[in-house]
C-alpha cells in the first residue's frame, strides 16, 4: 500500500464547477504539500500546511492531522487550472530528507 | 531571477552509455534533491544532499551517482547500470529542513534506447 494515496486519479469537470481531490497518508508528517504540474513537467509548489487550512485565490487546502487526511479544492474552476495535482509529504523527524509523492490526480476542466 | 535551471530539456543516449543531467540553483538553498517520474506513479527520491561534501541515497539510488561540490549544483550521473532509465528527472532545492517548500526545476525528460 502506498504511503500517499490520492483520489480521485482522474477527474474531468466543466467550468465553473467546485472540485474537490482528496489525499491520505499512513506515515508520521512534519508538514504536507500540494504541487501542481504542468503538461510541459515543471512542478509548482501551490500549499504546505501542518494543520487547518490555508487559501490562495481560488484554491484552498485544509488538513486534519488526527485523520491523515488532506482535501485540496478548487472553486469556480476554469480551463487553465487543467494539470496535474500531486500531494507529497514531508516525514516527522526533521531532516530535508525528501518528500513521498501520491500518484497524483489529472484534471481536465472543460470550457 | 532566482530559481532552479536543469539542462538540457531533453536528452538522448544509446544504451551503455553514461550521462549526467545538470542542476544549478541561485536560491543560496543548503538542500538538494533528484527524483525521478515515470507514467503512473508518484515521484520517487533516487539521492539528496542536506549541505555541501555529502549526500545520501534515496529509495532508488541503484544505477545512479551525484555530487555535491559546490552549494549551487547537484549533478546527477545516470549510469549503464542503471536498468530502465528511460524517464523524465526533477531536481529540487530547500531551505534545509525537512518541512520546507521545495522549489523544482523544470526537468529532463531522459530516452535511452
Known amino acids: 500500500k502506498n504511503e500517499v494515496e490520492q483520489s480521485p486519479q482522474n477527474l474531468t469537470a466543466q467550468e465553473g464547477e467546485f472540485i474537490t481531490i482528496n489525499c491520505s497518508y499512513s506515515?508520521?508528517?512534519?508538514?504536507l504539500h500540494w504541487l501542481q504540474q504542468h503538461p510541459g513537467g515543471g512542478i509548482v509548489s501551490l500549499f504546505m500546511?501542518?494543520?487547518g487550512k490555508k487559501k490562495h485565490g481560488r484554491l484552498i487546502a485544509t488538513i486534519n492531522i488526527q485523520e491523515k487526511h488532506s482535501s485540496l479544492h478548487i472553486t469556480a474552476s476554469h480551463p487553465r487550472d487543467s494539470a496535474v495535482y500531486i500531494c507529497?509529504?514531508?516525514?516527522?523527524?526533521?531532516?530535508?530528507?525528501?518528500?513521498?509523492f501520491g500518484k497524483g490526480t489529472h484534471l481536465i476542466i472543460q470550457p | 531571477d532566482g530559481g532552479i535551471t536543469q539542462s538540457p530539456k531533453y536528452l538522448f543516449r544509446k544504451e551503455g552509455q553514461n550521462v549526467t543531467l545538470s542542476c544549478e540553483q541561485n536560491?543560496?538553498?543548503?538542500?538538494m534533491y533528484w527524483y525521478r517520474q515515470d507514467p503512473g506513479q508518484g515521484l520517487r527520491l533516487i539521492y539528496y544532499?542536506?549541505?555541501?561534501?555529502?549526500?545520501q541515497k534515496g529509495d532508488i539510488a541503484e544505477g545512479y551517482s551525484v555530487s555535491r561540490e559546490k552549494k549551487e549544483s547537484f549533478p546527477l550521473t545516470v549510469t549503464s547500470a542503471q536498468k530502465n532509465p528511460t524517464a523524465f528527472y526533477l531536481c529540487?532545492?530547500?531551505?534545509?529542513?525537512?518541512?520546507?517548500?521545495?522549489?523544482f526545476g523544470p526537468g529532463t525528460r531522459l530516452t535511452v534506447t
Open positions: 506515515v508520521g508528517i512534519s508538514a
Open positions: 500546511l501542518s494543520s
Open positions: 536560491l543560496n538553498h543548503d538542500a
Open positions: 529540487a532545492s530547500s531551505i534545509g529542513r525537512g518541512s520546507d517548500e521545495q522549489y
Open positions: 544532499s542536506q549541505i555541501v561534501n555529502d549526500f
Open positions: 507529497a509529504v514531508s516525514r516527522s523527524g526533521g531532516g530535508a530528507d525528501g518528500l513521498t
